[in-house]
């Protein structure tokens, strides 16, 4: 399978790429914004199936362009995308600035809608779209002070996977979200300092890797709660 992780330097797109690249078969690109770490995830994959491409979605130039100039010259068929990179600023409504709005939309809702929309020519029926979300944008779920705008840049991923699902669905191209409760990741410690998570980045990163391959089995179009506690 030819599989795309964006936010695979780290984390949980770090660790559902290694237990990706387990099978020989598959290949890998994963994105990041750190090189040097990017190095090291495609260093430890044992079958040598991990390549890296570093990107910053934070930015409004021609990242995505770059960034599928590069797949459509690595890949003729995209089996699997998971859009995983996330950006979370911990800080009060009244206390967010424009800027920090629009970062956390940038690469949490409107970067992977605009690689979505320019990989679908290499996808085909059978093709797996995986967003991944939060708890924190899934509705009904507790709320917490400090991350209304994160919440809200997830909530809106977690629409779009329902819409976009839907307008697919003749294609064969199936479209998931999994909204992770409290993982250990970093990006968990910068919002709850000092919180320890029941569910360890690794645990939930080899979850990620199976669901991409198998869960377009079971689903399409939903937003499924991956979350033993919110925190």
Known sequence: MNIII???SRGIGRDAALSLSEDKDNKILITGR???????????ALNENISWF????????????????????????????????????NRKFTDLSADDNRHMMEVNYFAP?????????????????????????FQGS????????????KAAIA???ECIADELSDSGISVNCLAFGSVQTEMLEEAFPG??????????????GYFSVN??????????????STP
């Open 6 to 8: 964006t936010g695979g």
């Open 34 to 44: 750190n090189e040097t770490a990017l190095r090291e995830v495609a260093a430890a």
């Open 54 to 89: 570093m990107v910053d979605f934070s930015k409004k130039g021609d990242e995505i362009k770059y960034l599928t100039d590069h797949i459509f010259s690595l890949f003729s068929i995209v089996d699997i995308l998971v859009n995983n990179a996330g950006f979370l600023v």
């Open 113 to 137: 809608a605009a690689l979505i929309r320019s990989l679908l020519p290499l996808m085909r029926k059978g093709s797996h779209i995986v967003n991944i979300s939060s708890m924190g944008g």
């Open 142 to 153: 507790a709320k917490f002070a400090g991350l209304s705008g994160y919440s809200a840049s």
């Open 159 to 161: 629409c779009l996977t």
């Open 195 to 208: 919180y320890n998570a029941p569910v360890s980045s690794a645990e939930m990163g080899k979850f990620v």
């Open 215 to 228: 869960g377009n089995k079971f689903f399409n179009g939903k937003i499924l709660p991956v979350a033993l």
